[in-house]
């Protein structure tokens, strides 16, 4: 058996993770809403043999777009886009379960996979934000646990979907005039609290079986949709501790639900700036925190920590305490908290360390100490790869390909071809069967 | 000012418009499900000028699928990935309003068309059926006048979500930091008894400034609908009088939402089989008839009426009376009906008029018969160009493109080289100015 192999999978954030990305002289500001922007940085991904691009959402104005580029366009669109013009790399997705009919989700990423030859991957999330409800007839965000279980129902009958029609189901027999065979593509008859839902599907089984479903969040709720259902996630962690400690949980918790922990792919976000020196690597970031502008920093903080903005004061601590959110981001919200209080540090300090506003672990260095970074991370089974975000899009992704890469590869970790077609090849992971599959009497009696 | 010109998109109905198309030795029975075969007609429809592809939908297996190909892959997914493969022709979907959010839709199509360069068009539709209902946890289809009071407010906020962003508001001002002009981004503030949506949209303007929207449907609340809202209408009409009935009739109630007759293209379906001689035409109508089993158009023409199969007798007219389906779809009920008392014809004859289940207009001959065709109801007003519904696809648009086309050139009745980059620019429809903007002093005194 070959040696367990790294995934990399880039956050394909508009301009890049720092605020200020888009200011830099190299950055397009209208990146964020240019396809051929998106096109392009999934082509270095591809390029340097990336797993998969990832697409964030949120469906509304939720940041201050009056400083910065933001999370626009409908993702499905960008990643349909994305495979009509690349041939290996994968497409995940976000899209809210709690604004969203589950058939209509089911069908899109099974068309999204069509279009890709087995390509595409649902990240499911459960929209917190106050500002989305708004554009969805509530006033306010459904509490933490009624999201959750809608999520949890959602997927239900979006997975139940994908296994609506059975792989050898479409026929297409001219002589007999057989299209389909409909005793293999089944109703699912779903009938729960949220969600009634007859089904089948309108569309034949999907290339993958079914599109791979990416979670990301690390509250209780969220780790326990995750092993129930994820096959990827995406997670926020500060130290190889933290990645230890969040592996061996999630994959207790989906040995619970009769799942092996191989089959979840565990993807710390990793925000990088890079230099080919650890001096030049500083001096970007430096550049790259003066261009954000202080009221942009102190309104994101408060943002995710759900305070009134007049409560920070720059050069004092976080107040404590903090009231726990009831909307919030849970895993940004706790992130935020933990660097602020280990470092005991200053509003002020605070924003610099989140990179005015990244949110998720920073490293800045050469190529070399990245890699080494990252190597730790796996072999210590804090990682099984990283939810890479680059500083600036396209450049950071294109010094990461060209120079940490290489790295990788040299050291056995990371691939140097494509060996599948499919997100599931590249993430390892099984093609599923079918629940409505009938196991011929041949195959029961073996 | 150049003479009016007819317009021509194409229902790119997965393996053509006859049941039987997937049959023809040509014909690969997987297309229905290969984004390469919609590409591919998009492409021949983009040689021959057309201005769109049009892409009907359902939510739901609604057909015989045992028998024929069927809608199935998710309209916006394929249009966007014909619109990376062409440059060009008008991308028009359909979405329904009656299971869609209209947040997630005005942003779909916007995004869409920044990845098109303003090529996108919206057709919205209610949808009767009841098998998509049950797909969306209702047991029944709602009510028609329901249905349209739903659609009458879904267009609204689209369409105010559309305006939402003024065409500036877009800065990106590296040296001063600003990225957007906040106070050109507009909440819509909706709340009516079917949604409420604060806005604004998550998206820069679109290039069209707002998507073309589309409306097929004859039905007394369809039209009013198609007054108010639509800037192309797909229709059904036998004859030249009920298409100059329809035109006028349209038209007449757009005036009393003071709009202009012109801001609206009529569109009839037009089903085609094309032969070089006239006899060769009707051979191939016999073979696609041949190839439909009877048992389908049985099971398609009492969907239609909404009855029971088994009151259709092979060698008997309809039952008279037939009662009034609450649940069909009216356009579709009401000609079929219509050709079946005319003709005073039987099951067996009207299923063979109706083409095996094509329910639109059919139209056997040369080239030139067609191009006469075509001319008679585009001069007589009954048209502005036609929803061409090609036997089978790519073949029957093909043999379109390099027949039929030059001699509407050569007439000059129809364009030779695209004159405009987006849909509108094809239709000849205005690029509607955001509700929101403020006229400056300087043009309000003009």
New interface residues.
Partial sequence: MSPRQLHLNVNLLHSGVYPSA??L?D?D??AF???GHY?RVAQIAERGKFDAIFLAD????NDR??????????P???L??V???TRHIGLIGTVSTT???P??IA??FV??D??SGGRSGWNAVTTADA?SS?????TGALEHKARYERAKEFTEVVHALFDSWEDDA?V???AS??????SK?HPIAHRGPH??????L???RSPQGRPVTVQAGGSNDGRDFAAAYAEAVFTLAQSIEEGVAYARDLRARAASYRRSGDSIVILPGLATVIGSTEAEAKRRQDELWE?V?IEYSLARLAGTLQIDPTLLELDKPLPDPLPLPVNANHTMFQGTVNIARRGNLTVRQLIRALGGGVGHRIIVGTPEQIADDIEAWFKAGAADGFNLMPDVLPSGLETFVDTVVPILQSRGLFRTEYAGSTLRDHFGLQRPVSRYAKRSPEVASA
């Fill in positions: 888009w200011r002289p950055s500001p209208r809403f240019d396809l096109v949120s469906p509304a104005v777009i009056d400083y910065r580029s933001f999370t626009s366009m409908e499905t669109i960008v349909a886009t495979a009509a013009t604004y969203n009919e058939y209509n069908r899109r068309t999204l069509h279009a500002a708004r554009n969805f007839g509530l479409f297409g027999d001219k005039a057989r299209f389909v065979d409909t593509v969600y009634s839902v007859a089904g089948p309108n569309v034949p261009l502008p």
